[in-house]
Nanobody
């Protein structure tokens, strides 16, 4: 059974930092591209960041609004992908979801991901 479990969310003041983690089980983690998406209240889920699988040099891609503030990393030995979020803004407030895609390349499209976590809440106060 495939599971993705996010952790690390919480309440932080604007300008602060959080580190989200996603622990995967039931998949050959190194074969999977990993993505993070978020959904704020009353909005559709949107792409945040993604990383190609371990055989692709861990290539990353970020949506414009988080470039320079968020950074992805993966630990293939621990089957974990991390999203380091810095200089957080109130508009970063959302539920953050981890997703896994079997393949070399990342994607910004939700439908390209086969597995999803349940999400972790990030709240940034002004």
């Amino acid at each position: 059974q495939v599971q993705l479990v996010e952790s690390g969310g919480g309440l932080v003041r604007a300008g602060g930092s959080l580190r989200l983690s996603c622990a995967a089980s039931g998949i050959t983690f190194s074969n999977y591209a990993m993505g993070w998406f978020r959904q704020a209240p009353g909005t559709e889920r949107e792409f945040v960041a993604a990383m190609a699988n371990a055989w692709s040099g861990d290539i990353t891609y970020y949506t414009d609004s988080v470039k320079g503030r968020f950074a992805l990393s993966r630990d293939n030995a621990k089957n974990t992908v991390n999203l380091q979020m810095s200089r957080l803004k109130p508009e970063d407030t959302a539920v953050y979801y981890c997703a896994a895609r079997n393949g070399r390349t990342y994607s910004v499209t939700e439908n390209d991901y086969s597995y999803w976590g349940r999400g972790t809440q990030v709240t940034v106060s002004s």
